[in-house]
């Protein structure tokens, strides 16, 4: 069964395409499902920087069938995607797979988060009973290369991520945070991170505003702050110096309208704004308003860029165990091809096994004694085990045959000089 991924990334797509073809949490299930309809595993990813979906088709099912239907599934036309998309098959497909769980495909390189995040998507297309047994054998293989990769090389020493940029652009802008105010909004992992930066820089006080206030309330109590539902956003994001967003949202959360009355109320001191969503939180033309300074993840390339020096040469080691990981688990994808033929082989074995016990025993019913009863089991089984392959090496040496010659010695374990040489 043909391995395959079809996606885009930060790297072949602006945030533009990459919001129209990300899955929402809320639709996953339905489209794991869908994609059932050309795919016969699945899992699919879907980051802020990626959508992915890692896919075993049937043999007679194209590549195209899957581009068909992610094309379908967002409503657009396979001609607006087809530029911004990448196709791996099989040994790429594994090495991909492998290159993204240990951070090597990231924004930021050897970030940890992708790997939590390949995890979480496997584990809804598992609980949908939509993934089997080469696409739950791949990701066990990324899962363990990626831990083999974080423990033997330092790819991970620094704290590099997309949080670690974001609060590093504020510090640019504000030299001191100590009298800010942040307003994170969302409450996952990435904000999570965002709020541990912004403590470590000592920020002055921070809000967190969350589809769920417990949730809010539980962050923003770690650093002392305050948690606030979205429907107060309004009400506070006057109090706000930066504001880092980043939700599940298929829609905006804070418009142009909302931002500049904000800004009024603040008398035009700035505002400084990152979004890290995808799709976007913050409506595009709020870049456009004098005294706010928007960036995407996009625009956190060039900060990103300055901190990856330390990391390069944990990634070339990185890349050479990604190597010989993705040779190991293409050994272990051909032997599959083959398991029909061990398992007839040791069905046959134990069949003859099974008969030819039969056979002693009824001796021993009548009336041979032990030692004849072992010695017809011992001979026959002999026999009966080694006569197809007698067989094959007789006819492949009257016709000199050579090559099965020598494969026989290598099968059977037998000295590989032949003594008629």
């Known amino acids: 069964m043909p391995i395959l991924i079809v996606g885009v990334n930060h790297k072949t797509a602006p945030v533009a395409i990459r919001e129209k073809v990300s899955f929402s949490p809320d639709a996953m299930t339905r489209a794991l499902h869908s994609a059932r309809q050309v795919v016969q595993e699945s899992v699919i990813l879907s980051t802020c920087n990626r959508t992915e979906i890692y896919a075993v088709c049937p043999p007679q099912q194209s590549v195209q069938s899957v581009v068909a239907w992610l094309a379908q599934w967002h409503s657009l036309p396979v001609s607006q995607l087809q530029p911004y998309l990448y196709l ?3 040994e790429a497909a594994v090495r991909h797979t492998l290159r993204v769980a240990c951070g090597l495909d990231s924004l930021v390189l050897g970030e940890p988060q992708i790997l939590g995040q390949l995890k979480s998507a496997l584990q809804v297309a598992t609980e949908q009973a939509v993934t089997g047994n080469h696409l739950n054998r791949l990701m066990q293989h990324a899962f363990s290369t990626a831990k083999k990769v974080r423990t033997q090389t330092s790819i991970g020493a620094n ?7 974001a609060v590093s652009l504020a510090k640019q802008i504000f030299s001191q945070l100590e009298k800010q105010t942040a307003l994170l909004i969302g409450a996952g992992e990435t904000i999570e991170l965002v709020g541990k930066h912004l403590a470590t820089n000592k920020i002055g006080h921070v809000l967190v505003a969350n589809r769920s206030v417990d949730k809010a309330q539980k962050l923003a109590a770690e650093y002392g702050g305050k948690g606030i539902s979205l429907q107060e956003l309004a009400d506070h994001l006057p109090k706000a110096d930066i504001v880092i967003s980043s939700t599940a949202s298929p829609v905006p959360i804070l418009g142009k309208g909302t931002v500049e009355r904000a800004l009024k109320i603040r008398k035009h001191r700035p505002m400084f704004m990152v979004d890290i ?36 040469a944990a990634a070339e080691q990185a890349e050479g165990m990604v190597g010989t990981e993705t040779s190991n688990f293409m050994a272990w994808l051909r032997a599959q091809d083959h398991m029909d033929t061990i398992r007839e082989y040791r069905a046959r074995t134990e069949q003859t096994r099974q008969e030819t016990l039969d056979k002693a025993l009824a001796l021993l019913h009548h009336g041979k004694t032990p030692e004849e009863a072992l010695q017809f089991l011992a001979h026959t089984l002999s026999n009966k085990l080694s006569h197809d392959a007698t067989q094959a090496m007789h006819h492949a040496a009257r016709n000199g045959d050579h090559a099965l010659l020598a494969h026989a010695r290598a099968l059977f374990n037998l000295s590989t ?5």
Request: charged share 30%.
């Open 417 to 421: 000089t032949d003594t008629n040489d």
């Open 88 to 90: 791996h098959q099989d």
């Open 159 to 165: 704290p590099i991520s997309v949080a670690f940029a």
């Open 277 to 312: 969503a995808v799709p976007r939180d913050i409506e595009q033309e709020v870049a456009e308003l004098d005294d706010v300074y928007l960036y995407t993840v996009d625009d956190l390339q060039s900060v990103i860029e300055e901190n990856l020096q330390s990391r390069r």
